[in-house]
């Protein structure tokens, strides 16, 4: 598979950066359309597509992560808006739609508006909660303010990718990545910050912990997955054993019933697998991806 294409698309009032891999295969086969988590970004799927053959790919950088807008958002809404307004500009039809956390979560938004841009979609680990975290969105966040969150005062500056390769080698989630995909992560996690003069994360710590804290802002995805008429596989991590084991992010955020919920969904439960699941297991991810129901339980190693 040839390097990507780096595009600038103006969608929904932001800049967003999308990086398209085989331009050249476009209607050929489904275009492939990959969504982060958040504090990623497109090209921490590097490890996936190489295990994805000969095909149409699109990795796109959510506002406020790699080098698109980091424009206020007033919910979670508007992340899924976001991509359906760039599958619109980008006039994508009938593709597969692959969201890890809370890209899965704004894949079946962005469906719901533009269902005709997808065929069927996988939701690996989405952010997708039970009902009752909607209801009362005070038991999702042990904070009131972002600013609070254990996430704003991660460290924001490095000299360059190569310290941050450093600093974070043995620390989880980070040591159960793969090589590559850990290299991508930091590479692409940086741009030059030309007031101090060094690199800092294009995702602002503040930024992602707003992100984290507002998880409860679209109620309106319980309706949208009810109503979301595609074939939908749902792929699960180890369920967390406790609401406050969360806050670690090795475990499933996702509803263990969410499948049940959406018309026509299949479940894949995959205890073996943290959340990081495209990072740690990039080839079994693929194997999810092109061909879901012959895909088998894995162990995962860092090799």
Same mark, same amino acid.
């Given at each position: 598979?040839?390097?990507?294409?780096?595009?600038?698309?103006?969608?929904?009032? *932001?800049?967003?950066?999308?990086?398209?891999?085989?331009? !050249?295969?476009?209607? +050929?086969?489904?275009?492939?359309?990959?969504?982060?988590?958040?504090?990623?970004?497109?090209? =921490?799927?590097?490890?996936?597509?190489?295990? *994805?053959?000969?095909?149409?790919?699109?990795?796109?950088?959510?506002?406020?992560?790699?080098?698109?807008?980091?424009?206020?958002?007033?919910?979670?809404?508007?992340?899924?808006?976001?991509?359906?307004? %760039?599958?619109?500009?980008? !006039?994508?039809?009938?593709?597969?739609?692959?969201?890890?956390?809370?890209?899965?979560? +704004?894949?079946?938004?962005?469906?719901?508006?533009?269902?005709?841009?997808?065929?069927?979609?996988?939701?690996?680990?989405?952010?997708? %909660?039970?009902?009752?975290?909607?209801?009362?969105?005070? !038991?999702?966040?042990?904070?009131?303010?972002?600013?609070?969150?254990?996430?704003?005062?991660?460290?924001?500056? #490095?000299?360059?990718?190569?310290? &941050? %390769?450093?600093?974070?080698?043995?620390?989880?989630? #980070? =040591?159960? #990545?793969?090589?590559?995909?850990?290299?991508?992560?930091?590479?692409?996690? *940086?741009?030059?910050?030309?007031?101090?003069?060094? &690199?800092? *994360?294009?995702?602002?710590? %503040?930024?992602?912990?707003?992100?984290?804290?507002?998880?409860?802002?679209?109620?309106?995805?319980?309706?949208?997955?009810?109503? =979301?008429?595609?074939?939908?596989?749902?792929?699960?991590?180890?369920?967390?054993?406790?609401?406050?084991?969360?806050?670690?992010?090795?475990?499933?955020?996702?509803?263990?019933?969410?499948?049940?919920? #959406?018309? !026509?969904?299949?479940?894949?439960?995959?205890?073996?697998?943290?959340?990081?699941?495209?990072?740690?297991?990039?080839?079994?991810?693929?194997?999810?991806?092109?061909?879901?129901?012959?895909?088998?339980?894995?162990?995962?190693?860092?090799?």
């Amino acid at each position: 598979m040839n390097g990507p294409t780096l595009l600038k698309v103006s969608a929904n009032g *932001l800049n967003l950066r999308v990086w398209e891999w085989n331009a !050249q295969l476009r209607g +050929a086969e489904p275009t492939l359309v990959l969504v982060h988590a958040t504090g990623f970004h497109g090209r =921490c799927w590097d490890s996936v597509i190489p295990h *994805l053959g000969q095909r149409h790919v699109l990795a796109v950088d959510q506002r406020g992560h790699g080098g698109s807008d980091a424009v206020a958002f007033a919910s979670w809404a508007d992340f899924c808006a976001d991509l359906a307004a %760039l599958l619109e500009t980008l !006039q994508v039809s009938q593709a597969v739609g692959v969201g890890h956390s809370m890209g899965g979560h +704004a894949t079946v938004g962005a469906a719901a508006v533009r269902p005709e841009s997808y065929q069927r979609l996988v939701l690996i680990d989405p952010v997708i %909660l039970a009902p009752d975290y909607y209801r009362y969105p005070e !038991q999702t966040s042990p904070v009131t303010d972002p600013v609070d969150h254990p996430v704003a005062r991660r460290r924001s500056h #490095f000299v360059s990718a190569e310290e &941050m %390769l450093e600093r974070y080698d043995d620390r989880p989630p #980070f =040591c159960h #990545f793969t090589p590559d995909s850990f290299a991508a992560y930091c590479h692409y996690a *940086l741009v030059q910050d030309q007031k101090a003069g060094d &690199m800092k *994360l294009a995702c602002d710590p %503040l930024y992602e912990a707003t992100i984290y804290h507002t998880v409860s802002s679209n109620p309106g995805i319980l309706q949208q997955v009810s109503q =979301c008429s595609l074939p939908v596989h749902v792929v699960r991590a180890i369920e967390p054993p406790s609401a406050a084991a969360l806050a670690g992010f090795r475990y499933s955020p996702t509803w263990p019933r969410l499948a049940a919920h #959406f018309p !026509q969904a299949q479940d894949h439960y995959h205890p073996e697998l943290s959340h990081f699941m495209p990072m740690e297991a990039p080839e079994w991810v693929a194997g999810m991806i092109l061909a879901p129901d012959r895909v088998k339980s894995r162990e995962v190693s860092r090799a």
